[in-house]
């Protein structure tokens, strides 16, 4: 996924993966927490999750936010390039740890058809090094 194709920044995407954290045992994120979170003020949050909202990446409940399936879409596929990434700089013999940062750098910056040819390269990895699942592996099998 390119954030940028998107119309997100960095920051956008950094609500995006709070509110994901926040919401990991099912309970909404509320905007405290999220800007907690962001280390930023409440209202600087509100105005990434008024963005992400009009986007429809985020949903607003009663209480609070939680990523829509397309936001869920949109995550999955920077941790899928993150993973992918990951496995291709291990098998040039980069250390793990030296290989996640520069994952870090650009698994928010490729388009689907690059990665699909990095997977298919890879022979469809469905785990990355570190041994985590790569969103999306399982439907090469
Ligand atoms: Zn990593
Ligand atoms: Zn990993």
Same mark, same amino acid.
């Given at each position: *996924?390119? +954030? *940028?194709?998107? /119309? +997100? =920044? $960095?920051r956008d995407y950094d609500c995006m993966?709070? @509110?994901?954290?926040l919401t990991f045992k099912g309970w909404p994120a509320r905007v405290k927490e999220i800007s907690a979170s962001m280390k930023v003020k409440p209202p =600087?949050?509100? !105005?990434?999750? $008024?963005?992400?909202?009009?986007l429809n990446l985020v949903e607003k409940g009663n209480i609070g936010?939680?990523?829509? !399936?397309? /936001?869920?879409?949109v995550l999955d596929s920077v941790t899928r390039a993150h993973r992918l990434f990951e496995t291709l700089l291990s098998e040039a013999g980069i250390p793990l740890d030296n290989a996640c940062? @520069?994952?870090?750098? @650009? %698994?928010?910056?490729?388009? /689907?058809?690059?990665? $699909?040819? +990095? #997977?298919?390269? +890879?022979?469809?990895? %469905?785990? #990355?090094?570190? !041994?985590s699942p790569i969103p999306g592996g399982v439907r090469h099998v």
């Open positions: *996924m390119n +954030l *940028m194709a998107l /119309g +997100l =920044t $960095e993966v709070s @509110i994901n954290a =600087t949050a509100v !105005g990434f999750l $008024e963005k992400l909202t009009g936010y939680r990523l829509t !399936g397309r /936001g869920k879409e940062r @520069i994952s870090s750098s @650009i %698994d928010r910056h490729v388009n /689907g058809d690059f990665l $699909e040819a +990095l #997977c298919s390269v +890879l022979r469809h990895p %469905d785990r #990355c090094p570190h !041994g």
